[in-house]
């Protein structure tokens, strides 16, 4: 079969950013094995597969994402094919043996060991539970030099009633303080001005041998020479302390965002998903970051439709979303994930019950949202040049502090990469329009 070379790879990934910095990973690792990369399935030797089991239907996507690939395989019997990511941890050898067709799986923690599963003629599951090989630094292959992900910590510990990632990404493991730093200044050098610090549980991070805590991290990173903007993701609430607050507030490179999962504004279901805080305690928490840093920008992910919900427990997300007045919001239908204490419980509610509770939190998103948006308009903000526009080849794009993706018509004179100021001239539900000052 002509029309492919030996070591090319196609990579697709679903999922998180966690999932799209894990195949930065893969990239990295394949690339010092001599590989290139193509965007044509149909050139490739290698086709890896990055998986995400979140939610059902990413695993519906990808299983028939998977069926073109064993398709394609039929006529090439010498390509390669390997999932990767949270189905192949998930599902272990009993993947390869429901499809014969895939010669390797591996999980999350087993990145570093790709070179071998390529070289080994034999179908292997790599899904050990092995933090030391999680721990290795890899390096990665980022399509962004201006602004990269960095994962500060892997795993879970909190067992959220609905979650498969304690199962899929095991325990909590922090990277030491000198290893993050150092990659940071390495990106640094490299002209990157924006880092995400990434970790499920930032709030919980803890220098494995000095136990520095997230905010001593921040500093750290705050620090580092040529970085001007320094973000972090996943937030959890129950871990926001007054130090990290004090942290966002205090260190002038830390942006003026939060990504704060609420799930349920019904302290019931947040009870039955095992969150380990009230929607009271929540509120308290909303009310700390506000005092302390006026103008921060908060965004939130909710559930819709788990086990048990009510029309009372949604009507009280519904509140929710009009008490706190999210920047924004990622709302799901719940979906019953294998391993998960939330599969087995009564109550399980219908499909229609839960897409239309999730319309009707979109809906009253949406108009928050748009309204808070409104009230840029006229101002003047600082935003970071991130290049042309994925929607609009004519526009260029850029983001506030606070997280808000402003689009402007480019000028000779800009870059990349660079910090300017914009006037706000028009906004939309997920966007602003700006004018760059002259
Ligand atoms: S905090 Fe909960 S939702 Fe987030 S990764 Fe851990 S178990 Fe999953």
Redesign the pocket.
Known sequence: MKGYLDKVAYLQTWGCQMNVHDTEKIAGVLRGEGYLFTDKPEEAALIILNTCSIREKAEHKFMSRLGYFRRLKRKRPGLLIAVAGCIAQQEGERFLIDNQYVDFTFGPQNIVRLPELILKDMRKAAVDDNPALAETDLPAIRNDDTRAWVNIMYG?N???SY?V??HTRGRERSRPVDSIVGEIKTLAALCCKEITLLG??VNSYKDPSTRASFAELLEHVNAIEDIERVRFV?S?PKDLSQELICAIRDLPKVCEHIHL?LQSGSSKILSMMNRKYSYEDYRQKINLLREHIPGISITTDIIAGFPGETEQDHEDTLSALREIGFDGAFAFKYSRRPYTAAKEMDGQLDEQIKSERLKTILELQDDITDKINRRLKGQTIEILVEGVSASDPNHWTGRTRTNKIVNFTPEKSLEKGMLITVDITNSFRHSLQGRPQG
Request: hydrophobic share 15%; with cysteine.
């Open positions: 879970c909190n067992f959220c979650c990632v304690p499920q549980n996943t959890h999962p």
